[in-house]
Structure formats: structure tokens, C-alpha cells
């Protein structure tokens, strides 16, 4: 019962400092309209007000619109100590051109209309414009809002960065060219021109794209015998790709048209549209191309379970699409931070509670990936010794040589020390051949020669390394090494091989009439003829 008590007097509280603190907000925010509260001022017969983030950046671009040109009124926005008038709506115009190749615009600005506007980070009465340009900000200054004296030191430097020198020159004469030439449906015919312009552009470098890689790009690859590429990989990847560079060169291009604010802001989120989905469906097709790729080695390989592709199709389709979403809320100005942190979370709930089956997932892949074995592979894994017989997504069998199978989770196989014995390019075989004492050097050296003679001549061993010799005196032998390596695909013909050369062997010493020792012990008993035995 008191728990029930605390509960709500922490909630009646709570309800309080809300209203009192919107309450509060309503004592000090208006309407922007509001000429009486927001202290309106009159310039050369227009109306402007610098009493918040909202009104000053307002009174900034809306007076240098080609509707409503009034750079000193825009001036004012700058502090007075900072140059001259004329150098201030200098500074003016520059700025505005420095937020149009940043796509930058009031529509998509949220400005405070709070007077005392108070920055959270800093902790200052500040505002930031963008983060694209932390440089430039508006600061509170004797009861006004106006951009500050660091900030007007930028401009000149940032105005450069921006635009190279050629495109400088163009931007300055086009604003130029904005403010004397008459109007058609509400632009100008220059605008019309480079608007024409543009789409006749696309248009071209499309169609010659398109052509360039069916064309010549895929009849190249024919002839270098890349058919894969030239066949699946470049149909899917080319029209993504061009309508790509065309959106991005169209981002670039929009400043310098420089059409009014609305009608930039509308044609800057459709293009920035655009590129989020050609970058979702370049994503998409990447996620069809490689599980493609991998269906094709199962096919030609037959040593990947093909249970496997649709499962993998699936699961990169969907990474696909959420990468997509994600750069189409990113080019769009979103803050994606929050929605990636509970993505994050969520997945790290998620993997908690299935860490098993990811784990035993994420060693498929690695499986696949690295590739430490096949099907069909003679391997030893933590002591168990037997043939891959199917590489599963959870696990994978092996059958052992006692006819068994041994299911091995993934992820311990992953995480394992793998001997693949049916990676061997050579198998060894190392043996001792032991002829009694007693037989004459003359033939040991023959029959020395005779064994060398019949692995040159085996079809199956290899020729640049072997070793026979004359090894070891044992205590009932003399030792004969034979160390070479055959070149066989499985054990089966492994054992093949060496009984053709051991009969083969056999039959030397027959024909030369070595023998073979085997151990032998010599008991010596001595006599002590002084000691007597009387009955």
C-alpha cells in the first residue's frame, strides 16, 4: 500500500513540473508571426525580427530570395563591428551558396523560436546551423540573435572550400543572372536551359552506359572467358550503378541552378530519394550475386549442401534491405544513431537468447568461408578420425571407420584444431627393411640399387624426393630405410600403391636371394671347469 502511495505522488510530481514546464515554454514561445512579442523591426519598408534562432535565420535567406531581395536587410543578421554594409551582404550571399551545396534550407532546419535559447551541448546561448558546418552559428548577442564573429571569419574560407575556383565564378555570375533576367512559369530561361540541359545529359549518359557495358564491356568479358561476370554479374550491377552517379552528380549540380528555396528543397529530398533506393536495390542485387556464386560452386563442386542456399538467400535479402532502409533514412537527414542502438540491443537480446544456434550458424558460414575441409575429406577433429559426410547448418556428420556417425556442432568445429588428411598432396610411407648379418656389402649395395630402381619406375611415387639407404645396425638386423611418398587421391589407393611396390621389393630379394632377419636373441653359456661336481 505505500509502495501504491509513493507511485503516485511520484507521478502527480511528475505531471506538475511537466506543465509548469509547459507552461513556461508557452510564457515564452508564440506564434513567429507575432510581430508585438517577437519585437518586429522596419528596414527600407520590410519587416524583419532577430529575437530567436527562427527569425534570424529566417530573415537571412528569406530577404536575399529573388521574390524578396533586400541584402541590408539580410545584413543585419551579421554584427555590425564586422566590415563594412557592403561586406556584410557579401557575406550574406556567400553564405546562403555555401547552405545550397549543403542542402541546407529553412524547410529542413528545425529552429528554435525560443528567445533565450539555451544549446544543450555547450551549455551556451547558441545555435548550431548544421552539423555539416559546425563552424558557422548563431549566437545571442545584447538581446539579439546574429551570427558570430568567429563564424563571419569562416565564411570567406568555408565559401572557397566549397566551391573550387571555376565553380565560384559560376555560382557568383548565376546569382547575378538570377536577379535580371525575366521569368518563364517561375524561372528563369537560363535555369529552363540548364534544367533542359541536365535531363538531355542523363538521358545520353544512360543510354551510353547501358549500351557501352552490353555492348563492350560484356563482349570483352566473353573474350577474356569470364562469362559469369559478363552474363549475371554486369546486367544486374549496371543500371543501379548508373542511375547512381547520375543522382549524385544531380545533388551536386542542384546549387547551381539556383532555384527558389521550396522548389530546391523538393528536388533535393526526391534526388537524395532516389539514391537511397538505387543504394537499397545495389545492396539487393550484391545479396543475389553472391548467394548466386555460391550455388554455382555447389553445383559444380557437389560438396555444399544445397539445403543451405535458400537459407542463406534469405538471410542476406534481409541485411540487404535493412542496409538499404538505413541509407535511405541517413541520405534523407535522419538520425539513424537511435533506431542502429535498439537495432543493437535488440540483437544483443536476441543473440542471448538463440547464442547457441548463432554460434553453431556463424561456424557454418566460417566453414564455408575458409573452406579447412569437404565432402568427402579424411579427417582427424578432437581425436575422431573419419570422412566429412554432409556439411549441415547446425552441424556437420562424420563418419567414422568404425561405420558410426559423429555429429560435431559448428561452432565447436569452427573453434577446433582440424587435421585434413584428405588435403594431402603426398602420402607418406616409411618402413624398415631388415636383412640378417652376414650378407655381403656387394649385395646389400644392389639390392640397395635394384629398390631405387623400382620406385623410379613406379607409376605412382614421387620422383624428386625418396630416400633409400642402408640406415640403422640393429641388434639382430642390418637396416634398410625406405622413406618416399606416393601420389594417390585415398587411402584405398594408397594401400594399392605400396602393395605393388612391397610385392615388387619381395621379389628383388628372391631373385637375388637376400633374406629377410627377424629377431633373434643368442643365449652364450659359460663353463667353470675348475668347479667340480662330486656325487
Given amino acids: 500500500m505505500n509502495r501504491f502511495f509513493t507511485y503516485i505522488y511520484i507521478f502527480l510530481v511528475a505531471s506538475v513540473s511537466v506543465y509548469a514546464q509547459s507552461d513556461s515554454t508557452i510564457q515564452e514561445q508564440s506564434y513567429p508571426d507575432d510581430h508585438s512579442f517577437y519585437n518586429f523591426k522596419n528596414l527600407d519598408s520590410v519587416e524583419y525580427s532577430l529575437n530567436t534562432p527562427y527569425h534570424a535565420f529566417h530573415t537571412h535567406l528569406n530577404n536575399l530570395e529573388e521574390s524578396s531581395f533586400h541584402p541590408k536587410v539580410s545584413a543585419q543578421v551579421f554584427p555590425s563591428n564586422v566590415g563594412s554594409l557592403e561586406e556584410r551582404k557579401e557575406l550574406a550571399i556567400e553564405l546562403k551558396l555555401i547552405y545550397l551545396a549543403n542542402n541546407i534550407y529553412v524547410n529542413n532546419i528545425d529552429l528554435p523560436l525560443t528567445k533565450k535559447y539555451i544549446d544543450s551541448k555547450t551549455k551556451s546561448r547558441r545555435f548550431q546551423i548544421s552539423d555539416k558546418i559546425p563552424n558557422i552559428y548563431l549566437e545571442y548577442q545584447n538581446g539579439q540573435w546574429r551570427y558570430s564573429t568567429y563564424s563571419c571569419q569562416s565564411i570567406h574560407q568555408l565559401f572557397k572550400d566549397t566551391y573550387p575556383s571555376f565553380a565560384r565564378e559560376l555560382v557568383l555570375y548565376t546569382s547575378n543572372l538570377q536577379r535580371t533576367q525575366g521569368k518563364f512559369l517561375n524561372l528563369k530561361v537560363w535555369q529552363w536551359i540548364s534544367i533542359f540541359s541536365l535531363l538531355v545529359l542523363t538521358y545520353l549518359y544512360y543510354f551510353f552506359s547501358v549500351w557501352f557495358t552490353e555492348k563492350v564491356l560484356s563482349r570483352l568479358l566473353l573474350k577474356a572467358k569470364q562469362e559469369q561476370l559478363a552474363k549475371i554479374i554486369v546486367p544486374k550491377l549496371r543500371r543501379p550503378i548508373a542511375w547512381l552517379s547520375i543522382l549524385a552528380f544531380g545533388l551536386v549540380a542542384i546549387p547551381f541552378l539556383l532555384l527558389p528555396s521550396g522548389f530546391s528543397y523538393v528536388a533535393t529530398i526526391l534526388v537524395k530519394l532516389g539514391l537511397g533506393i538505387n543504394f537499397a536495390v545495389l545492396f539487393f542485387e550484391f545479396a543475389d550475386i553472391l548467394v548466386l556464386r555460391i550455388g554455382i560452386f555447389s553445383k559444380k563442386s557437389k560438396k555444399v549442401d544445397e539445403n543451405l542456399i535458400p537459407i542463406l538467400k534469405v538471410i542476406f535479402r534481409i ?102 588428411l584428405g588435403k594431402r598432396q603426398y602420402r607418406r610411407f616409411k618402413t624398415n627393411l631388415a636383412i640378417p648379418y652376414g650378407t655381403p656389402p656387394d649385395k646389400i649395395e644392389m639390392f640397395i640399387k635394384a629398390i631405387k630402381k623400382a620406385v623410379e619406375e613406379h607409376p605412382q611415387t614421387r620422383k624428386d624426393f625418396y630416400e633409400v639407404r642402408l640406415n640403422n645396425f640393429s641388434s639382430s638386423s642390418l637396416d634398410i630405410l625406405l622413406y618416399i611418398f606416393f601420389i594417390t587421391k585415398d587411402w584405398s589407393e594408397e594401400l594399392q600403391a605400396r602393395e605393388y611396390l612391397m610385392l615388387k621389393i619381395l621379389r628383388i630379394a628372391q631373385q637375388m636371394g637376400i633374406d629377410f632377419a627377424f629377431p633373434t636373441q643368442t643365449i652364450h653359456l659359460a663353463q667353470n671347469d675348475n668347479m667340480l661336481i662330486d656325487d
Fill in 319 to 420: 541485411v540487404a534491405i535493412s542496409l538499404g532502409i538505413l541509407m535511405v533514412l541517413q541520405i534523407l537527414g535522419y538520425d539513424i544513431t537511435h533506431l542502429v542502438t535498439g537495432i543493437s540491443f535488440g540483437g544483443v537480446a536476441i543473440a542471448f537468447a538463440a547464442q547457441d544456434t548463432i554460434k553453431n550458424f556463424i561456424g557454418s558460414v566460417m566453414i564455408f568461408a575458409d573452406r579447412p575441409f569437404e565432402v568427402g575429406d579424411w579427417v582427424i577433429v578432437r581425436g575422431q578420425e573419419g570422412i566429412v559426410e554432409e556439411i549441415g547448418f547446425r552441424t556437420s556428420r562424420i563418419r567414422t571407420f568404425a561405420n558410426s556417425i559423429l555429429n560435431i556442432p559448428n561452432g565447436s568445429l569452427a573453434d577446433s584444431d582440424i587435421d585434413n
